[in-house]
Every structure is written in structure tokens, then in C-alpha cells.
């Protein structure tokens, strides 16, 4: 029996193409959120979610050391004493500073 090595190359060349086409499909990431990409400020906490602006809702990122929760929003003073609160969907997380 001979072996057809044209074949067998065009086949091995295929299944290369396919893993490494599944490898760069399935190893990227999804993209980062907001707070992600301010992780080098000096803040304990990042908060994603929407306020209330002009009577209507917008997305905001916000970064404090300190946040006060109730049944359906949270909120903190800003640096400048005003009250910002966050109305529920939101997100926390915990600021790991990268420097």
C-alpha cells in the first residue's frame, strides 16, 4: 500500500489551520470593563452602573474609598460634597492598584 503524501500533507495542513484558528477564537477575552481599565488609581472600590442625570439615566464609572448601600441604590459624596447615587444594576468591585 502507498502512502499519498500530498493527501496527508493537505490534511495536515488543515487540522493545523483549525486548531490554531479555535486557539485565537478561544483565547481572546472578552472586553474589559470599565473599571479594568483604570485599576492604577489609588481608590479601595470602582463602581459601574447607571445615575440619574437630567432627569434621565447614564452609564457611570465611579472610584471611592467608601459607599453606603440601601435596598435599591447605593451612593457616596463625591470630592466636592455632592451626593452621586447608583440605581440598581450596578457592579462593585474591589480597585487592585497594578503599580
Same mark, same amino acid.
Given at each position: ?13 488543515? /487540522? ?6 479555535g486557539y485565537i477564537l478561544a483565547g481572546c477575552k472578552q472586553s474589559k470593563s470599565g473599571c479594568d ?9 470602582? /463602581? @459601574?452602573?447607571?445615575? /440619574? ?38 457592579? /462593585?468591585? @474591589? ?5
Open positions: 500500500m502507498k502512502i499519498d503524501w500530498k493527501t496527508t500533507w493537505i490534511y495536515f495542513i488543515q /487540522i493545523l489551520a483549525g486548531i490554531t484558528l481599565a483604570y485599576s492604577n488609581v489609588d481608590y479601595k472600590y470602582c /463602581i @459601574e452602573g447607571k445615575v /440619574i442625570h437630567r432627569n434621565d439615566t447614564a452609564d457611570a464609572i465611579a472610584f471611592t474609598d467608601q459607599f453606603t448601600s440601601t435596598k435599591d441604590s447605593i451612593y457616596y459624596y463625591n470630592s466636592d460634597s455632592s451626593l452621586v447615587s447608583f440605581i440598581a444594576p450596578y457592579k /462593585i468591585y @474591589e480597585n487592585i492598584s497594578r503599580k
